[in-house]
């Protein structure tokens, strides 16, 4: 783990120092306030039939209609944009020559992954932090289910570290950043839709796909349960990648 905490710094620093942090969280809170908005608008006009018809006010749920789609779509809208932040990790340092002078740091390689994996996941938290606007926003004008919202952040930043892991350890395979960025969304997508193949596999097969699905995981936070299974998943998929991206620097630093 030696010297984790000055790789953290300089990633933190070229971050924010570069666009693409600030370019991330923009669209991230724009995307989703649009979403926010329509959810909030489909709520006043199902509130104005309500008015004239007993039976759809029994049928109101604000987590319904606000909280849980709120929660499934920031996880979409991070499918797309993580990559955008993982993408330049290593592939940027492959590419400048920067990695070499790297190796020759008294930093283990472990030590280097976990700087540059938290980093990125500060990156992420100020994102779902910035996020936060919008429950509070509900706060000041009804009572929404906080188990509901409580339980859609924990998913979604538990779903954003394990694609902060993946596209990391994917970036130690190009030195180009928009390969890394499309292999890393490909990959990120492949692991969402893959229980939607389930119905075409076996018995065994179809549940071994199903564990490994993201979209099989996340349901269960969206709906305010948190699992010991679905939280022991998302905690081995980014420690499995992890394990990978220092195995892939070991790699380079022998063939070196």
């Given at each position: 783990?030696?010297?984790?905490?000055?790789?953290?710094?300089?990633?933190?620093?070229?971050?924010?120092?570069?666009?693409?942090?600030?370019?991330?969280?923009?669209?991230?809170?724009?995307?989703?306030?649009?979403?926010?908005?329509?959810?909030?608008?489909?709520?006043?006009?199902?509130?104005?039939?309500?008015?004239?018809?007993?039976?759809?006010?029994?049928?109101?749920?604000?987590?319904?209609?606000?909280?849980?789609?709120?929660?499934?779509?920031?996880?979409?809208?991070?499918?797309?944009?993580?990559?955008?932040?993982?993408?330049?990790?290593?592939?940027?340092?492959?590419?400048?020559?920067?990695?070499?002078?790297?190796?020759?740091?008294?930093?283990?390689?472990?030590?280097?992954?976990?700087?540059?994996?938290?980093?990125?996941?500060?990156?992420?938290?100020?994102?779902?932090?910035?996020?936060?606007?919008?429950?509070?926003?509900?706060?000041?004008?009804?009572?929404?289910?906080?188990?509901?919202?409580?339980?859609?952040?924990?998913?979604?930043?538990?779903?954003?570290?394990?694609?902060?892991?993946?596209?990391?350890?994917?970036?130690?395979?190009?030195?180009?950043?928009?390969?890394?960025?499309?292999?890393?969304?490909?990959?990120?997508?492949?692991?969402?839709?893959?229980?939607?193949?389930?119905?075409?596999?076996?018995?065994?097969?179809?549940?071994?796909?199903?564990?490994?699905?993201?979209?099989?995981?996340?349901?269960?936070f969206q709906k305010g349960i948190l699992a010991l299974s679905d939280v022991s998943f998302f905690v081995f998929f980014a420690a499995f990648f992890l394990f990978l991206t220092t195995r892939s620097l070991e790699t380079y630093r022998w063939r070196g």
């Amino acid at each position: 783990m030696s010297g984790w905490y000055a790789v953290f710094r300089k990633e933190i620093a070229n971050f924010f120092v570069s666009p693409i942090a600030y370019a991330v969280i923009a669209c991230f809170l724009l995307i989703t306030g649009f979403f926010f908005w329509a959810n909030v608008s489909l709520m006043s006009l199902v509130s104005l039939q309500a008015a004239n018809n007993p039976m759809i006010s029994q049928r109101i749920n604000m987590t319904d209609i606000i909280i849980r789609p709120l929660a499934q779509n920031m996880s979409i809208i991070l499918l797309f944009l993580m990559p955008l932040l993982t993408m330049r990790l290593f592939s940027e340092e492959k590419k400048s020559g920067s990695i070499e002078l790297l190796m020759t740091y008294p930093i283990t390689d472990t030590g280097v992954v976990c700087g540059k994996f938290l980093s990125a996941a500060c990156v992420l938290v100020v994102m779902l932090g910035s996020s936060l606007v919008f429950p509070l926003l509900l706060l000041t004008v009804g009572e929404p289910d906080l188990g509901a919202l409580a339980g859609g952040y924990v998913g979604i930043l538990l779903m954003g570290v394990s694609f902060v892991a993946l596209g990391m350890f994917l970036s130690t395979l190009s030195e180009n950043q928009i390969i890394s960025a499309a292999i890393s969304f490909g990959a990120a997508l492949l692991f969402w839709v893959m229980s939607w193949i389930t119905s075409f596999a076996g018995e065994t097969s179809g549940y071994i796909i199903r564990q490994l699905s993201i979209l099989e995981h996340i349901e269960s936070f969206q709906k305010g349960i948190l699992a010991l299974s679905d939280v022991s998943f998302f905690v081995f998929f980014a420690a499995f990648f992890l394990f990978l991206t220092t195995r892939s620097l070991e790699t380079y630093r022998w063939r070196g």
